[in-house]
């Protein structure tokens, strides 16, 4: 729908139709206040859309984004989502060798199954029981942490006392994570299966000072009160077609094809100036809500930009005729790619990797990790596809920052894509290569973003998925009662660039639309 055939006059207008913009959209037009959201692109959904990437191949992938952890079950009732999760029984594996024989590390499958691949790779319980006392503390942390997300910010000294424990305090916002991966494991392997949540998207070593690698933790363990990392039935489109639905239903107008170029604000009411291919128009608002990059708010309104992202990421999509089968005997395809299947992970090679990567060169053994969506979702491929055995794949690959792809975009991802899938064809006792399906037009159904496609594809601030640093899910200098206020009074940041922001959550959008409802205008 066109912008110019509405009323120019929104109580709010939102630029950006990805997944925070459209939880917004929804919650204000559900509590009867006029919206428009503007969409630069031709359909909403910003990272969190479902695709066919392939010629003629009939397969929905979750492109950008592909799992879901942060996404409050709070906002899905309260705007009634038609939309599922589906859990994982496997959370991992991890292929290694060892004593020149192929094995690996089955996080999943009950209790007892865990205890004896922790046993069958160490030797003994201990790193069993080192992961089980971990992961307790996290666990209690989540569940105190997580419902704070939808409230307004708590101070640092509100939340440490929610946390109510001291160590786990220390080892989570106070110490850099390296420390407590290296006093509570001793191998290698499962030191570096727990490190890899405080690096997705992430470019930090263990022991960096800034502590950036532990908000990255904080985020990838507190989801739903579990940490629990689940899929979406029908792909991550689903959840923003429900979000759009819901958003249009309650009477949210939502303009696709318009670009927002400027806003105008003297704090009481702003002015909205957006584009389409063919003219320009400008819609006046009380609120104006921006779902996107803090550099593009920035520019939006005349601002200093802050100091520029930057990604650090390989993305890949496949579709393979089959799953590939494995070195490790013991263990069965559909299950070690149910999960997260780690590649080249261990907690020495993620320190090299990141070491080489800080000196500008790639990394040799380059760092990344797989799931298949279709083992748990197989809605996502179409029938005949299914019937005949057909998968998915998602890799995403760790410590390629921005900067390394500046040279020559592409061909530098076509070296990192070659060198990465090597590192998983060395787990496999048949090369990957032989599993890719082929679209209509015979070519094989693959394809790999950088940062820097990311940048051009969504406007994603040097590629960074989090558009910049997370941050802590507290209060700090200048941030405001909800973590979505900027230095204008009616106009408010609800992207993952605000504070408790980033990942599929929906979280900045509720807590942008909170603040609108409490100023009550």
Excluded at 108 to 128: H, I, K, M, N, V
Aim: with cysteine; net charge negative.
């Amino acid at each position: 729908m066109s912008a110019s055939q509405e009323s120019r006059t929104y109580d709010a207008v939102i630029i950006g139709g990805g997944h925070n913009g459209l939880v917004a959209a929804a919650y204000l037009a559900r509590a009867g206040r006029s919206v428009l959201v503007l969409e630069r692109l031709d359909h909403t959904g910003g990272a969190a859309v479902s695709t066919r990437p392939f010629t003629g191949v009939d397969a929905r992938l979750s492109r950008y984004s592909y799992l879901v952890s942060l996404l409050p079950r709070k906002i899905v009732q309260d705007l009634g989502l038609d939309f599922r999760l589906a859990t994982r029984t496997i959370s991992s594996y991890t292929p290694t060798e060892r004593g020149g024989r192929p094995t690996g590390l089955l996080v999943g499958g009950g209790e007892q199954r865990t205890r004896e691949a922790f046993a069958r790779l160490t030797g003994s319980e201990d790193e069993y029981r080192a992961w089980q006392r971990f992961y307790d503390m996290t666990g209690r942390v989540a569940r105190r942490v997580f419902p704070t997300l939808t409230e307004p910010l708590p101070t640092r000294e509100e939340l440490r006392r929610a946390v109510d424990d001291e160590e786990a305090w220390r080892i989570l916002f106070e110490e850099p994570l390296g420390v407590a991966v290296e006093q509570n494991f001793k191998d290698d392997l499962v030191r570096g299966v727990v490190l890899t949540d405080a690096l997705i998207g992430t470019f930090a070593d263990a022991h960096d000072p800034s502590l950036t690698q532990n908000r990255c933790f904080l985020y990838h363990v507190i989801g739903g009160g579990t940490g629990a990392w689940d899929v979406p039935v029908g792909g991550m489109g689903a959840l923003t077609d429900a979000l759009a639905d819901a958003a249009r239903a309650a009477g949210a107008v939502i303009a696709t094809g318009h670009r927002a170029v400027r806003i105008d604000t003297d704090g009481r009411t702003a002015e909205v100036t957006h584009r389409t291919a063919d003219d320009e128009g400008v819609a006046t608002a009380r609120h104006v809500l921006v779902n996107a990059s803090p550099q593009e708010l920035a520019i939006l309104t005349g601002d200093t930009p802050p100091p520029p992202a930057e990604g650090a990421q390989l993305k890949v999509n496949m579709l393979l005729k089959r799953l590939p089968r494995l070195r490790d005997p013991s263990v069965d395809p559909r299950e070690a790619f149910a999960g997260t299947f780690h590649i080249a992970e261990g907690y020495g090679q993620l320190a090299a990797a990141h070491a080489q990567a800080a000196a500008g060169e790639l990394p040799a053994a380059p760092p990344s990790e797989i799931y298949c969506h279709s083992l748990t979702d197989p809605s996502i491929l179409g029938p005949d596809l299914a019937a005949q055995g057909y998968q998915t794949l998602t890799l995403f690959g760790l410590h390629t920052p921005a900067r390394l792809f500046e040279r020559d975009n592409d061909a530098v991802r076509e070296e990192l894509l070659k060198s990465t899938l090597a590192q998983l064809d060395a787990h496999l006792a048949e090369p990957l290569a032989d599993c890719l399906a082929t679209d209509a037009e015979g070519r094989p159904c693959l394809e790999a973003r950088s940062p820097l496609d990311l940048e051009r594809d969504l406007g994603l601030p040097g590629g960074n998925i989090f558009h910049r640093e997370l941050s802590w899910p507290h209060t700090q200098d200048g941030t405001g009662r909800w973590g979505v206020e900027t230095r204008h009074a009616n106009v408010l940041l609800c992207g993952a660039g605000a504070v408790r922001g980033g990942g599929v959550s929906g979280v900045p959008g509720h807590n942008a639309a909170m603040a609108v409802l409490e100023a009550g205008d």
